[in-house]
């Protein structure tokens, strides 16, 4: 549903649309014969302001397609509601690092002859109400793979990035029977066999609450005799219409995205077989440009073979230092440009930018100002906010609102800012700029995660939650530290205190006081982050272990 392809184009909204745009420029790097199909998304997900009270005032997101996409002629139509809607694709392309070209294709609907309504279907990313998304998922699914078709693919595998597209399946199932003819009255005993051998399942959610449904009216309303019901149920959940089972169920390898996240989708899809894929991020466009100087001096092929970074433990300590400050540098600057606040170069600086939810617990940091302000005891900490929460995620909006109040409370004892309108130009800024990445979700919440990987590339210390990739990816007191947690009503609180005595004990006076250690710890994280949490290491397994199954 989402792909960061380059931030002039707004067809993202977080770490799923990163993770897709990272995974097609690998594929690109790789060589690997591959096709993306997204939405145009022309409004965007969100371009976020900050009203006078701290408040998220949301304003449409504007970007032409002309700029950076090349119409194509084709078009297929898909059949919502009784109206013929007509889906166009755009074509932009990825060009890998030795000039190999991979096509992203973007579906819309804003065409002539297709109604108002239908028209709208390709502007908001996630917007609308359910009706509406369940439109979206059916041009993002059925008119993907006719547009597919009608441009002449010939498709090994389809590979299913959460349950957004899980509706191609039912095209597919249209063809079975066709293939199964020929071979007459043969009938296989899994009908569903053959559709198992070409779809691939990724899942991205760690909660049965988080997995999208339907329930079945809507989607007779909609797709009237698409699909025989008895059949879909068998498929997609008797009650309601399950997008995650529907792919899962039609899928001959399904994964999660780091080893925790599969454990957890195992108990909740217990007669599934769910492997593990643990995300990465694509080196080249996270890696600040600093950094990337000093490894293709220091440690060529880095960018071909990124297993090499292993040999950043050898790296001068002062050089890697001077990069990290020079991306420092950069990132204060920009910082006084939009917002007017002047952070200290030399003052221990955190990181806290994502998606805002509550899961997340952006506010974690802040549960007692007095701990915090006194932890650093005289030293300067800072804090670099930013997050857009989705429009109807009341909790998240209001997440927002309390951290301008609390950078208010704060003003003279605390330097805290938070960015406007976070997207992929800031999150480069700041994930090489600050010193320590902090996350802090309540387990096992965040499936993955990506940024505390961007971060620990550009030599930042992870101090986070063991969850998602941190689960796998932290070495405590070597690449980084944990962040102890609590379940239980209490949890907040005792996390929040775990996190203060983490940062007055360890994280303040290793920075301050121990700058060798540091240092060498920098160069840990990047070692660590840099030759296993790249979205080459997970294409090639994707390539070996799913595609080929
Ligand atoms: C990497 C990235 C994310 C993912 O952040 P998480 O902390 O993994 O949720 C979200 N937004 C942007 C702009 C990113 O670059």
Redesign the pocket.
Same mark, same amino acid.
């Given at each position: 549903m989402e792909l960061a392809v380059r931030p002039e184009m707004h067809t993202y909204c $977080? $770490?799923l649309g990163?993770l897709a745009g990272d995974t097609a420029r690998e594929c690109a790097d790789l060589e690997l014969p591959v096709v993306f199909v997204t939405m145009v998304s022309r409004l965007g997900y969100l371009r976020q302001e900050i009203g006078p009270n701290g408040e998220q005032v949301e304003r449409p997101d504007r970007w032409d397609p002309r700029s950076w996409c090349q119409p194509l002629p084709t078009r297929v139509v898909v059949e919502i509601e009784g109206s013929s809607v007509k889906v166009r694709p755009w074509l932009t392309v990825l060009t890998g690092s030795t000039g190999f070209r991979i096509p992203v294709v973007l579906l819309d609907t804003d065409v002539d002859g297709n109604s108002a309504g239908d028209r709208t279907l390709t502007d908001t990313l996630y917007g609308g109400d359910l009706t509406y998304q369940l439109k979206t998922e059916i041009v993002l699914g059925l008119g993907g793979l006719r547009v597919l078709r009608a441009l002449g693919f010939d498709l090994h595998t389809y590979h299913l990035n959460e349950g957004h597209a899980a509706l191609l399946t039912l095209d597919l199932l249209k063809d079975a029977p066709r293939r199964d003819g020929k071979a007459a009255a043969r009938r296989p005993s899994d009908p569903w066999q053959e559709i198992r051998r070409r779809c691939v399942f990724t899942t991205h959610t760690p909660v049965k609450a988080g997995l999208h449904e339907y329930g079945y009216a809507l989607f007779e309303r909609l797709l009237p005799g698409e699909i025989d019901l008895t059949e879909l149920k068998k498929l997609a959940g008797k009650a309601r219409l399950n997008m995650t089972l529907l792919g899962m169920n039609l899928s001959g390898y399904i994964n999660g995205v780091s080893r925790q996240h599969a454990d957890t989708a195992r108990r909740m899809f217990p007669r599934h077989r769910i492997h593990a894929v643990t995300n990465g991020v694509h080196l080249p466009t996270w890696t600040h440009p600093a950094f990337a100087q000093l490894f293709d001096r220091q440690i060529p092929r880095w960018r071909e073979e990124p297993e090499v970074l292993l040999r950043s433990l050898q790296l001068p300590q002062s050089q890697v230092w001077d990069c990290h400050q020079a991306a420092k540098r950069e990132l204060l600057e920009r910082i006084r440009q939009a917002s007017k606040v002047s952070l200290e170069p030399d003052a221990l600086t955190l990181g806290f930018t #994502? #998606?805002i939810v509550p899961y997340k617990r952006p506010l974690l940091l802040f549960q007692d100002l007095d701990r915090l302000v006194g932890l650093a005891s005289g030293r300067r900490l800072q804090v670099v906010l930013a997050g857009k929460a989705h429009p109807r995620d009341t909790a998240g909006r209001q997440d927002i609102q309390r951290l301008h109040e609390l950078i208010r409370e704060l003003d003279g004892r605390l330097s805290c800012v938070f960015l406007a309108n976070?997207?992929?130009e800031w999150?480069k800024a700041i994930v090489a700029g600050c010193d320590v990445w902090l996350?802090t979700p309540i387990p096992p919440m965040e499936a993955s $995660?990506?940024? $505390?990987i961007?971060a620990a590339l550009n030599g930042q210390l992870n101090l986070s939650i063991l969850d998602g990739w941190w689960a796998e990816g932290c070495v405590e007191d070597v690449n980084g530290w944990s962040i102890p947690h609590t379940d239980g009503a209490d949890t907040d609180r005792r996390d929040a205190a775990a996190l203060y005595d983490r940062l007055e004990h360890v994280v303040v006076p290793c920075f301050y006081n121990e700058t060798e250690r540091w240092r060498s710890m920098m160069k840990q994280a990047i070692a660590h982050a840099g030759s296993y949490f790249s979205t080459q290491r997970m294409v090639r397994q994707y390539a070996t272990e799913a595609y080929a199954h």
């Open positions: $977080g $770490g990163l #994502r #998606r976070y997207d992929m999150a996350n $995660g990506t940024s $505390g961007k």
